[in-house]
């Protein structure tokens, strides 16, 4: 359990039951609740981490992380500032169309 981060959220295999990684006299364990009561997980229970499910992009959303990449392509090969500050702009025409493309293809079927 040496690998565990401290507040990282846990589920028994056994059971599915929830917990999370806590700091127990310098050692870390994982805590859950049983009927209102903390309890400790023993040492040989088989623990994984919970995995929260990935959400889906809204289609604008889609669309800005596509043109974040297309500005960021532009400003590497013509060795120009990123100016990271400055969003993107959606009505603005795409610096590689190709890419713009290829990544909305990508988060649309992942």
Not at 77 to 104: C, N
Request: contains cysteine; proline residues 5%; charged residues 30%.
């Amino acid at each position: 359990m040496s690998g565990l981060v401290v507040g990282e959220q846990m589920v028994r295999l056994e059971d599915g039951q929830k917990g999370v990684v806590a700091l127990i006299d310098g050692e870390r364990r994982i805590v859950f609740d049983d009927r209102g009561e903390q309890r400790l997980a023993q040492k040989k229970e088989v623990w994984e981490v919970a995995t929260r499910p990935r959400l889906p992009l809204r289609a604008e959303e889609k669309l800005e992380v596509a043109l974040w990449a297309d500005k960021a392509l532009c400003a590497l090969e013509r060795h120009e500032p990123k100016y990271v500050w400055q969003r993107p702009l959606l009505s603005a025409e795409p610096y590689d169309s190709g890419l713009v493309v290829a990544i909305l293809a990508y988060l649309s079927s992942r």
